[in-house]
């Protein structure tokens, strides 16, 4: 009768398969131990054969033992060539990640532009300061444009970035102009659309 993997007990690392489980459950049944041991490094040579590209490591071979120890549940006794990893290491939860929390005003900007507006406020009057600033709303318009794919004017970064900066950022009047080119998506449709035009204007009929 056919046995359904979904009725057989869980791998605790799968991408070995269910043969090797099963080598390793032969392993832990053996009685001698120097025959123990043998199997063992056996079963080691085989999971290495899996990975041959990964056999350049450092710890490689070191990787193969702890995952020989993880696959038998830390039951085989044997002597290992390496100090393995501890069972209650291996089921230990990891560390919290702390996320950045607060809300975002506009989330389509995200919170670097944000910072980045917020380091600008900081800057001193100058060449320096207006490069930023430049920088700041090139950065703006590829992220609208990423989220909104109709495009956006000029002009509606500029009123983005006054807002986000408590009017403290006005360049509106300052008739700069946002590059197509360091936009991104603007720059590569207009210049795809001249290919087509200049392909389809020699065909002939």
Not at 119 to 124: G, I
Request: aromatic share 10%.
């Amino acid at each position: 009768m056919m046995e359904y993997n979904t009725k057989q007990k869980k791998l605790p690392l799968p991408e070995y398969g269910r043969s090797v489980q099963k080598m390793v459950d032969h392993a832990m049944t053996i009685e001698n131990r120097e025959e123990r041991q043998q199997c063992a490094n056996t079963i080691i040579n085989i999971m290495g054969s899996m990975f041959p590209a990964m056999r350049e490591l450092p710890d490689f071979k070191r990787k193969l033992w702890d995952h020989l120890a993880i696959i038998s549940d830390f039951k085989l006794d044997i002597d290992y060539p390496f100090e393995v990893i501890k069972k209650e290491k291996f089921y230990e939860s990891p560390e919290r990640i702390h996320y950045q929390t607060g809300e975002i005003k506009n989330r389509h900007y995200g919170r670097i532009v944000e910072e980045m507006i917020r380091h600008a406020l900081t800057m001193e009057e100058g060449d320096e300061k207006d490069k930023f600033i430049e920088l700041i709303t090139i950065q703006m318009k590829k992220n609208y444009i990423a989220w909104n794919k109709d495009g956006v004017e000029d002009k509606r970064i500029f009123e983005d970035l006054r807002a986000y900066s408590n009017g403290k950022i006005d360049i509106a009047d300052k008739e700069i102009k946002i590059h197509a080119q360091q936009s991104g998506k603007n720059d590569n449709t207009q210049r795809n659309n001249a290919k087509r035009k200049k392909i389809f204007n020699k065909k002939k009929y």
